[in-house]
């Protein structure tokens, strides 16, 4: 069964109040869950994801307001929701960088501490605690592997996600332009290794000078790009078939020839 997919692309320039984009951002977002069964967002999108003082400045517990916003918006439209991620602020004090996910009735189904935290010895690294803990969670596109961003780098994540049954990925991002021609051949090189639909949400705009790349992405899983994004704010609408992923892994088994786990 065909199931509609709206990435949205988001400027998340510094230059915009975090307050302000909060509310065009759900706003865009209800008016997405109004036409589409699945929505994502991009990584951080409320402060940026290079932002790293106003994420310090706009953490929130899991429970916190951004999150029920998200939660609400889930239900009142009946729309399966990848909220993309913000800065969690946990009762041991850490923060994480933490994508959450919701199904139509407002329930949040998943939640997912990203894994592989990026800046080195700067970026996110300086606030953020690792997460250590995998996702995969069934939704319209089938059992979906949740991962962000720099995750993307990472090929041994994406085949621990399939060794748990997923057949569709997944990214929040906030994906830099003076990179984003990696961006671009990882997402189709995932797919094409774990013959799984990669979905990937990035943002625009210009973070304190950093330039975010966009090109947010559908590719199917023989790895093919069905879809994407230019570098400006726009929502992507993309229709997909989810039992793609297992009709290509049954008509071209590579995966069952793994000899490395």
Same mark, same amino acid.
């Given at each position: ?9 988001? $400027?998340? /320039? ?30 951080? =999108? ?6 790293? $003082? ?9 429970? +916190? ?14 729309? =399966?929701?990848?909220?993309? /991620? ?6 041991? +004090?850490?923060?994480?960088? %933490? ?21 080195? /010895? ?29 995750? *993307? ?13 997923? %057949? ?5 991002? +906030? =994906? ?6 990696? =961006?671009?051949? *990882? ?26 790349? +966009? ?15 230019? &570098? ?13 992923? &297992? ?7 590579? *995966?069952? $020839?793994?000899?490395?786990?």
């Amino acid at each position: 069964m065909a199931c509609k997919i709206a990435l949205l692309q988001i $400027d998340c /320039s510094t230059s915009e109040e975090v307050s302000a984009r909060v509310a065009r951002v759900l706003a865009m977002t209800a008016e997405a869950a109004a036409q589409a069964d699945v929505v994502v967002l991009p990584e951080l =999108w409320n402060t940026g994801a290079f932002n790293v $003082d106003g994420a310090r400045e706009n953490a929130e517990p899991i429970d +916190g307001e951004l999150v029920s916003a998200l939660s609400a918006i889930a239900l009142a439209h009946g729309v =399966w929701l990848h909220g993309g /991620s913000f800065c969690e602020r946990a009762d041991t +004090g850490e923060h994480f960088n %933490t994508s959450v996910v919701f199904a139509p009735d407002g329930v949040l189904v998943g939640s997912y501490r990203k894994i592989h935290l990026f800046g080195f /010895s700067e970026g996110e690294t300086t606030l953020m605690t690792a997460g250590e803990e995998l996702l995969v969670v069934d939704t319209p596109l089938g059992p979906t592997g949740i991962a962000t961003c720099y995750d *993307l780098r990472f090929p041994e994540l994406f085949r621990a996600l399939t060794q748990g049954e997923a %057949t569709a990925f997944v990214l929040a991002s +906030g =994906w830099p332009d003076k990179r984003i021609a990696h =961006w671009d051949a *990882l997402l189709v090189a995932r797919a094409i290794e774990n013959q799984a639909w990669m979905i990937a949400c990035n943002e625009v705009g210009d973070q304190d000078g950093v330039i975010l790349g +966009g090109h947010s992405t559908v590719v199917n899983p023989k790895g093919e790009v069905v879809a994407r994004a230019g &570098t400006d704010e726009e929502v992507l609408y993309v229709d997909i078939d989810p039992a793609e992923a &297992t009709r290509w892994r049954a008509d071209f088994p590579v *995966l069952k $020839d793994i000899r490395l786990t």
